[in-house]
């Protein structure tokens, strides 16, 4: 039998994380024959409900799940993780600016970078959810430099699976039949929803849909503000489609993509695509023995490039939104 993963989820007591503790401890973020121990991380005013979550996890009987440590203490809770799925952090609330709620988050990306450094396992794949994702990814990035820069991504994955879920409604195709959509840059509304080179069977997307002014409008503007769409219908955010995304995520990265097929992750820009280098950029990647690979030599036409500029840009003064609440 295989040795059991420890994996870390932070924010456990929350939406997503009730929705994806039992995901992991199914197998669906590591497999069905993977045994894991589940580190769960929250702030002391959640942790009597933290550990309600604890108490189902034990009433679920899980066959792989072979240890639980419920935790409000941040070192326990990063030691000795291979795994580490950072959901928990500070959400904007009316009335918040900007800079006071990325200085909150700033705050606790930056300690939980430095338990994580310090404490993890060697060779820990880290996964930032919490928004702002890219920039809190980058901020963990810059406060771990011990942990190989390859290791630190953030989602961008549920924008991926909310792109390809449009355009099989749109064909009226399976969802597992689309493949190849990219999400660029920030998981924010500036994010770039792009089929240009996405297809299904063997035919190209935009050849099938044949309706340019939706695919560069309709369509875009659909991905870009389902968050929004989903608070408005269920007035809570999205947190299955989280989790099950974040849960794909790990997995493709661990397992690897299948041959031909690219997704969309959140990773530190080499200067790819002529995006700035040294931000937490969402490109097309495969994965292979546990490391990504930015998939290279795409063409991006002039309306491509724009949008992939724009978002840069947005990720840009969110850096130096960030730096400016270290100083
Ligand atoms: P919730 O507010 O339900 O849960 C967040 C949890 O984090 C709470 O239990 C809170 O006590 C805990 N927390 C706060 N500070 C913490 C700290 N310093 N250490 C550990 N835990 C801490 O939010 P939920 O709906 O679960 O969303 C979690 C995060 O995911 C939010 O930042 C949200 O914006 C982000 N999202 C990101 C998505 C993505 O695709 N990247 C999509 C879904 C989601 O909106």
């Given at each position: 039998a295989k040795d059991p993963v420890r994996v870390l989820v932070t924010g456990a007591a929350g939406q997503i994380g009730y929705a994806l503790v039992p995901m992991i401890a199914r197998g669906i973020m590591l497999g069905a024959d993977q045994p894991v121990i589940l580190h769960m991380l929250d702030i002391p005013p959640a942790a009597e409900a933290l550990n309600g979550v604890k108490m189902e996890l034990v009433d679920a009987?899980?066959?792989?799940?072979?240890g639980v440590v419920a935790t409000t203490d941040a070192v326990e809770a990063c030691t000795g993780v291979n795994v580490a799925v950072m959901v928990g952090g500070f959400p904007r609330k009316e009335g918040m600016e900007r800079k006071d709620v990325m200085s909150k988050n700033v705050s606790i990306y930056k300690s939980q970078a430095s338990a994580l450094e310090k404490?993890?396992?060697?060779n820990c794949k880290v996964l930032v959810v919490a928004n702002p994702a890219n920039t809190n990814a980058l901020i963990l990035k810059e406060f771990a430099?011990?942990?190989?820069?390859?290791?630190i991504t953030c989602l961008t994955r549920l924008d991926h699976n909310r792109a390809l879920g449009q355009i099989s409604e749109k064909l009226g195709v399976?969802?597992?039949?689309?493949?190849?959509v990219i999400i660029w840059g920030n998981h924010s509304s500036t994010q770039y929803p792009d089929v240009t080179h996405a297809t299904v069977g063997d035919k190209s997307v935009p050849e099938l849909i044949k309706d340019d002014e939706w695919l560069k409008s309709g369509f875009i503007s659909t991905v870009q503000q389902r968050g929004a769409a989903i608070i408005k219908a269920?007035?809570?955010?999205?947190?299955l489609s989280a989790a099950s995304s974040a849960c794909d995520h790990i997995r493709d990265w661990v397992c690897g993509t299948p041959e031909g097929t690219w997704v969309s992750m959140g990773v530190y820009s080499d200067g790819s695509y002529n995006v700035p280098a040294g931000l937490i950029y969402s490109f097309p990647v495969t994965c292979r023995n546990g490391e990504w690979t930015i998939v290279q030599g795409l063409s991006i036409d002039e309306f491509s490039r724009k949008k992939l500029d724009l978002t840069a840009e947005e990720l840009t003064e969110e850096k130096a939104l960030a730096y400016s609440c270290l100083s």
């Open positions: 009987a899980f066959p792989l799940l072979k404490h993890a396992a060697a430099p011990s942990i190989p820069e390859k290791n399976q969802v597992s039949e689309v493949k190849n269920r007035k809570l955010s999205s947190a």
